[in-house]
Nanobody, 121 residues
Framework: QVQLVESGGGLVQAGGSLRLSCAAS????????MGWYRQAPGKQRELVAE???????NYADSVKGRFTISRGNSKNTVYLQMNSLKPEDTAVYYC???????????????WGKGTQVTVSS
């Protein structure tokens, strides 16, 4: 049993900031990577940012210099600091984790339910 819960979404004007949080819980043996994806109406879900154990971080070109992904000290949380928000950032943001469970040591890809981010012009 693994659950990812996002928080921090909301309404903001262009140029503003939001900080998204994701907490993973359950029978987690280890987390290999965590990331954030987003999906706008009529568009494909896309990778926003990911952070991999060992320190490698990947960002979408559209958010480089504006967004920062980080892991909490407990390593069961991931954050996305979003600055200089633009209307085109409007989407549902989903937390993702690549992890291994205690139950059967199976590796899997897990998703949260998403949190809405709306940026007005």
């Amino acid at each position: 049993q693994v659950q990812l819960v996002e928080s921090g979404g909301g309404l903001v004007q262009a140029g503003g900031s939001l900080r998204l949080s994701c907490a993973a819980s359950g029978s987690i043996f280890s987390i290999n990577a965590m990331g954030w994806y987003r999906q706008a109406p009529g568009k494909q879900r896309e990778l926003v940012a990911e952070i991999i154990n060992g320190g490698k971080i990947n960002y979408a070109d559209s958010v480089k210099g504006r967004f920062t992904i980080s892991r909490g000290n407990s390593k069961n949380t991931v954050y996305l600091q979003m600055n200089s928000l633009k209307p085109e950032d409007t989407a549902v943001y989903y937390c993702n984790a690549d992890l291994i469970q205690y139950t059967d040591y199976a590796r899997g890809d897990y998703w949260g339910k998403g949190t809405q981010v709306t940026v007005s012009s």
